[in-house]
C-alpha cells in the first residue's frame, strides 16, 4: 500500500493548503482613460476649474515634492466627511455635456505637523472659495487655523494641494471645505452615467464605481483603502426619482435649490470605511424587498425588469447567502440595509460597495424564460461573492492595494461555499478545478507571471493598481485555501474580530492561521508562514513528479515554455512546500505530512486526488501506461475530477515536453465512453489550443475526423436522454454537459448536429417564437449564423437590439461573431466602437469574440492595431479590459511573421502604452514564440496521430 507523504522544500510534494479558486474573470481596469481624458475636458467644465497660485500640471520628470508622489503622505487623517452631491441627469444644451456639482467637508486629524494638505481629486473643476482660493480651512477647538497660501490642482498624482502660511497643529482638527464641478461622463468610472431606452424614451442613471482609485473623481477625498472614515452624504436628486447610497435614507424632503425644486435625500452615516466602497445612484428604478432578521434587503433595476420578475431570484437568495456568512465568519452583517441594483452600463461583473452592491445586468437579472443555467450559476455566485466581501474588504479591509490578491482571492473562494448555500444541488465546489486552477495555471505558467503579492512600493499609480486585478489574484488563493486545515473557521473569526473598521495585511492573517493551527494542534510540517510564503512571495507552481519505478518524487518549476528564461529570482528557489494526497489502485490514501516515502510496484498511483493541491503532477511511463489503460477499461475508478486532471495534466505537460504529445492525445481516447461534464470540458479546453494552432492547417481535416467520432456517442446520448431534445437534463452538470456535446458535435462537423440547430433557428426567424432553449442558446445563435449569412446575421442582429434582457442580448452579442463572412466580422468590429452600437462595458470581450472565429482572428487584430492609439484614449481603463483584449487578439498566434507583428505593435505604441494590458504584451510574445515552437515540434506528430486514429 502506498502512503501520503510530505517532502520539503528541496523534494517535496505537497496538497495541503491548496484548492479551490473562484471563478475570477481577468479584470484589468486602468485608469489612464480618466487622465487622458481630463486633460481635454477639464476647459470646458462650467465652473472655473482652473489653476491657482502655482504653476505646476507636469507631466515632466518627478520632482521631489510630496505632490509628486502617488501616495498621500501620513500627516493628516480624515475623520469624517459631509459630501453633498447633485447630478444632472439632463444634459446641458449649451456645453452638451451632463455634470455633476457638490460640495464636500472634511473633517481630519492632524497626526504630524505639516504647512502641507494633499488630497486626492481628479477631473474635479472647483469654484474659488475666500481669497480666490480653491478650498477654505477652518479649525475646531477655538485655536485659528493658518491661511492657505497657493492652491492648485496636481493632474499627474491627482491632488488638490493647498500650501499654508504656518503649520497645522499635531492632532487638532480641521474642516477643510470645496465646492466642485465634474463632469458626469459615460466612462464607467468614479460619478459616472448610464442610459437606456424605456418605452422610447432614453433614460439616464447616474451612478459610480470608485474601486480602485476614482472615487476622488467624484469629490475629494484622502483616496486610500487605510484613510477610512464616516461619511455623511447628501444626494440632490430630481422630484420622483429615486437616491441611493451606502447607508439608509434619514430623510427626503422637497427643496428648492438655485430656481429648481429638486428633492433633497440625507442618508445616515456609514460605518467607518475606505472610500473605494463608496457608492450613489440617482435613477427611476423600482425594486422588490424583504426583510431578514432586521436587515433590509432590496433589488433594485429598471421598472420594466422587476416587473417581469427578474430580480427575483437574486431577493430569494441573497438572504440565505446573507445569513450562512454571518454564521461562517461568527459575525452579524453590520448595516441595516442591504441593497443590490442592476446597472445597463458597468464595467466590471459587479463591485461590493457596503451596502449598496452594482451588477452589470446579466450578473443580477435572472428571467426563466431567457437564462441559462450557468447565467444562474454566475448570479448565484457573484452574489455569493460580493456579499462575502461585506466582512473580508469592508469590514476588515487590507492596507494597501498590493494585498489586493487576498481580498479578491479570499471572496473568489468562498463565493463557492455561498453558492453552495444557495444551490445545493449543483456541486459548484467541484468546478473550481476548471474555473479557477485551470485558469491560473495557464498564466502562472509563464515566465512572465508574477508572485501573488506585490511589493507596498511598487504598487503606486493607478494604472499599476488596475493590473492587479488579474487571474492570478482571482484564481490563484483558492487554490492555496481548498484544504481547510488551515483556514480554519476560528482563525478567520478571530482576525475578522481583532481588525474590524480597520486595516490588516496578509502577514496578519497567518499569525491568526497559526494561532488556529497551535490550538488545534494540526500537524503541519513547518509554520503556516513558511508554507504559504512559498506560494505567496514566488511565482509559478511546480510539477510533482512520481516516479513509480524508482520511487522517487520530486518537484520542479513548471513552465509552459521550458526555454523561457525566469529573470526574476526567489528567495524559495522554486521550490514550494507540496502537500500531498494520492491513491494507489482504488484506495484513497489519507493525505499526510510524511518525510521520505517511497511509491513504488506495478499498481497505478494517482496522485493530488480531487486537485486540492496546485501542482501538476507527471509519472513515469509506466505509471501513466497504467493509467491509460484504467481509463480505457474502468474509467470510473479514477475520480472524476482527475479524469478532468489527467487530461489536463497530460496536455500541459506535453507543452511543456515534459511528455510527448501523442500520450496527451491518448487520454482524449477515452471520452468516447465518457459522460461526465468534467473531463469533457477539460478536453475541449485543452483542444481549443489545438484548434488555434491547426484551424488554419492540414491537421484540421483528420483532426476534426477524430474528434466527431469521439463525440458522436455524447451527443447520441444526450438526444436519447432528453427524448430527442424535447427535455432538460435534470442534473446541474449534465445539463452543461449537453451544452458541450452540441457544441462540439457541430463544430466537428457532425451533419444531424448542423442540421438540428439550422433547423430550430429557422424556425424562430419564420415564427418569431424562440424554440431554443436558454442553456442552448449561445451555441446553437453561434452554429446557425455560422452556418448562414446575412439573412441569420441581420435577424440575429435585431434580435439584439430588441432583447428585453441583457443576458439574452450577451448570447446574441456572443454569437453574431459566429458569421463566416469577413465583411459582417469587419462591420461588426466598427459597431464596437460605437457606443450606441454595442455599449462600452462589452466592446472588449465582443473584439475578443470576434477574434475567436478563425475567419476573425486577422481581422480583430488589424483592427486593434490600427486603431490602438485611440482605443486606448477614448476607451481607457474605464471601460476596456486591455488584457483581455490583447491575450484575446494575439492568442491565435503561431508564427514568426505573426511574432514580428506583435513586437512591432509593441514598439509602435510605446508612447501610448498599453495600461493595463503591458503585462499582457509580454505574455502574448512570450505565448507566441512557445508556439512557433510547438508547431514545429508536434505539427508531423500530431497529424499522424489523428490519421492513424481514423483508420479503423
Ligand atoms: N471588487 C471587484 C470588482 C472590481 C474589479 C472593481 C476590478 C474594480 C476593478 C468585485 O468584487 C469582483 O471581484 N467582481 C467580479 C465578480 C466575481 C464573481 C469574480 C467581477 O466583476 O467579475
Ligand atoms: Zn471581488
Not at 125 to 133: A, G, P
Not at 454 to 468: F, H, V, Y
Not at 615 to 621: A, F, G, K, L, M
Not at 787 to 803: I, L, P, R, V, Y
Request: proline fraction near 4%; glycine fraction near 6%; charge should be negative.
Amino acid at each position: 500500500m502506498g502512503k501520503g507523504f510530505f517532502i520539503s522544500k528541496a523534494v517535496g510534494i505537497a496538497a495541503i493548503i491548496v484548492g479551490a479558486g473562484a471563478l475570477a474573470t481577468i479584470i484589468a481596469l486602468s485608469v489612464v482613460y480618466s487622465q487622458e481624458k481630463a486633460k481635454n475636458n477639464d476647459n470646458v467644465l462650467p465652473t472655473d476649474g482652473g489653476t491657482t497660485s502655482k504653476p505646476p500640471v507636469t507631466t515632466t520628470a518627478p520632482s521631489n515634492e510630496p505632490w509628486d508622489k502617488y501616495r498621500l503622505p501620513k500627516s493628516l487623517v480624515p475623520d469624517h466627511y459631509n459630501v453633498t452631491l447633485w447630478p444632472r441627469l439632463k444634459q446641458n444644451l449649451t456645453t452638451g455635456l451632463f455634470i455633476f456639482t457638490g460640495q464636500s467637508t472634511v473633517e481630519f486629524v492632524c497626526a504630524e505637523e505639516t504647512d502641507l494638505i494633499l488630497i486626492h481629486s481628479n477631473k474635479l473643476n472647483y469654484t474659488k472659495r475666500e481669497n480666490n482660493h480653491l478650498a477654505s480651512l477652518t479649525s475646531l477647538g477655538g485655536v485659528k487655523a493658518p491661511s492657505i497660501k497657493s492652491s492648485w490642482l496636481q493632474q499627474v498624482t491627482q491632488y488638490l494641494v493647498l500650501q499654508l502660511d504656518g503649520k497645522l497643529m499635531k492632532d487638532h482638527r480641521y474642516h477643510l471645505h470645496t465646492d466642485f464641478t465634474g463632469e458626469l461622463a459615460d466612462d464607467l468610472g468614479g460619478f459616472y452615467r448610464s442610459e437606456y431606452m424605456e418605452d422610447g424614451v432614453k433614460k439616464v442613471v447616474a451612478t459610480t464605481q470608485m474601486q480602485p482609485t476614482d472615487a476622488r473623481k467624484a469629490f475629494p477625498c484622502f483616496d486610500e483603502p487605510a484613510m477610512k472614515a464616516i461619511f455623511h452624504i447628501t444626494l440632490i436628486h430630481d422630484l420622483g426619482t429615486v437616491a441611493l447610497s451606502n447607508g439608509e435614507e434619514k430623510e427626503s424632503s422637497n427643496v428648492n435649490i438655485e430656481g429648481h425644486d429638486v428633492q433633497k435625500t440625507v442618508f445616515q452615516p456609514t460605518e467607518k470605511m475606505s472610500t473605494y466602497l463608496l457608492a450613489f445612484i440617482v435613477s427611476d428604478f423600482s425594486f422588490i424587498n424583504n426583510t431578514i432578521d432586521g436587515v433590509l434587503i432590496r433589488i433594485f433595476a429598471r421598472t420594466p425588469a422587476i416587473a417581469a420578475g427578474q430580480g427575483d431570484y437574486a431577493l430569494n437568495k441573497t438572504g440565505p447567502i446573507l445569513k450562512f456568512f454571518e454564521k461562517y465568519y461568527n459575525s452579524s452583517y453590520p448595516l441595516p440595509k442591504s441593497d443590490q441594483i442592476a446597472l445597463p452600463d458597468f464595467n466590471a461583473g459587479a463591485m461590493e460597495n457596503w451596502g449598496l452592491i452594482t451588477y452589470r445586468e446579466t450578473a443580477l437579472l435572472y428571467d426563466e424564460t431567457f437564462s441559462s443555467n450557468s447565467n444562474k450559476q454566475r448570479i448565484a455566485t457573484i452574489i455569493a461573492h460580493e456579499l462575502a466581501h461585506m466582512w473580508f474588504g469592508n469590514l476588515v479591509t487590507l492596507r494597501w492595494w498590493n494585498d489586493l490578491w487576498l481580498n479578491e482571492g479570499f471572496a473568489s473562494y468562498v463565493e463557492y461555499l455561498g453558492a453552495h448555500e444557495a444551490e445545493p444541488e449543483w456541486n459548484v465546489k467541484d468546478l473550481i478545478v476548471l474555473s479557477d486552477v485551470h485558469r491560473v495555471f495557464a498564466v502562472d505558467a509563464l515566465a512572465s507571471s508574477h508572485p501573488l503579492s506585490s511589493k507596498e512600493e511598487d504598487i503606486q499609480k493607478p494604472a499599476q493598481i488596475s493590473e492587479l486585478f488579474d487571474a492570478i489574484s482571482y484564481s490563484k488563493v483558492t487554490s492555496l485555501t481548498q484544504n481547510n486545515k488551515l483556514i480554519s473557521l476560528f482563525s478567520l473569526q478571530t482576525y475578522l474580530a481583532e481588525f474590524a473598521f480597520g486595516n490588516a495585511g496578509y502577514t496578519d492573517l497567518w499569525s491568526h492561521l497559526q494561532m488556529a493551527v497551535d490550538a488545534t494542534g494540526t500537524d503541519i510540517p513547518e509554520t503556516v508562514s513558511n508554507i504559504m510564503n512559498t506560494w505567496v512571495l514566488q511565482m509559478g507552481f511546480p510539477v510533482v513528479t512520481v516516479n513509480t519505478s524508482t520511487g522517487i518524487i520530486s518537484q520542479k518549476h513548471f513552465l509552459l515554455d521550458p526555454d523561457s528564461e525566469v529573470t526574476t529570482p526567489s528567495i524559495y528557489n522554486y521550490e514550494w512546500i507540496v502537500p500531498i494526497k494520492w491513491m494507489k489502485t482504488e484506495t484513497i490514501q489519507h493525505p499526510k505530512w510524511l518525510k521520505n516515502e517511497s511509491v513504488s510496484g506495478s499498481d497505478w498511483v494517482l496522485a493530488n486526488i480531487n486537485v486540492v493541491g496546485y501542482y501538476r503532477v507527471n509519472y513515469d511511463q509506466g505509471n501513466w501506461e497504467r493509467l491509460l489503460g484504467v481509463l480505457s477499461t474502468n474509467h470510473v475508478a479514477i475520480p472524476v475530477i482527475n479524469r478532468a486532471q489527467l487530461v489536463d495534466d497530460a496536455f500541459n505537460l506535453a507543452r511543456a515536453k515534459i511528455i510527448s504529445t501523442v500520450l496527451a492525445l491518448r487520454t482524449t481516447k477515452y471520452l468516447n465512453k465518457e459522460r461526465e461534464y468534467m473531463p469533457w470540458e477539460s478536453a475541449v479546453g485543452n483542444l481549443d489550443f489545438f484548434y488555434l494552432m491547426f484551424d488554419r492547417s492540414e491537421v484540421y481535416g483528420p483532426m476534426q475526423d477524430y474528434l466527431r467520432n469521439q463525440v458522436t456517442p455524447l451527443f447520441t446520448h444526450y438526444k436519447s436522454l432528453t427524448d430527442n431534445w424535447k427535455n432538460v437534463p435534470v442534473g446541474h452538470m449534465d445539463q452543461y454537459n449537453q451544452v458541450n456535446a452540441i457544441s462540439l458535435a457541430c463544430r466537428t462537423g457532425l451533419r444531424e448536429c448542423q442540421n438540428l440547430t439550422n433547423q430550430w433557428f429557422n424556425q424562430w426567424m419564420e415564427t418569431k417564437l424562440n424554440p431554443i432553449h436558454p442553456n442552448l442558446r449561445s451555441t446553437v445563435y453561434c452554429n446557425a449564423i455560422a452556418a448562414g449569412g446575412a439573412k441569420e446575421w441581420e435577424f440575429a442582429w435585431s434580435q439584439f437590439k430588441n432583447a428585453s434582457i441583457a443576458i439574452e442580448a450577451d448570447k446574441l452579442r456572443y454569437a453574431l461573431a459566429c458569421t463566416k463572412q469577413p465583411w459582417l466580422l469587419n462591420r461588426y468590429l466598427e459597431y464596437t466602437l460605437d457606443p450606441n452600437m454595442i455599449r462600452k462595458q462589452d466592446a472588449t470581450s465582443t473584439i475578443v469574440y470576434i477574434a475567436n472565429n478563425v475567419i476573425g482572428q486577422s481581422l480583430a487584430w488589424d483592427f486593434v492595431r490600427a486603431r490602438w492609439s485611440y482605443i486606448f484614449t477614448q476607451y481607457g481603463g474605464g471601460s476596456f479590459s486591455f488584457s483581455n483584449l490583447v491575450n484575446g487578439v494575439t492568442e491565435r498566434f503561431s508564427t514568426e511573421y505573426e511574432l514580428q507583428q506583435l513586437k512591432q505593435f509593441k514598439e509602435d505604441n510605446a508612447e501610448v502604452g498599453f495600461g493595463s494590458g503591458t503585462l499582457a504584451v509580454d505574455q502574448s510574445i512570450e505565448r507566441t514564440i512557445a508556439n512557433i515552437k510547438w508547431i514545429a515540434e508536434n505539427k508531423q506528430n500530431v497529424l499522424d496521430w489523428f490519421k492513424a486514429e481514423e483508420k479503423p
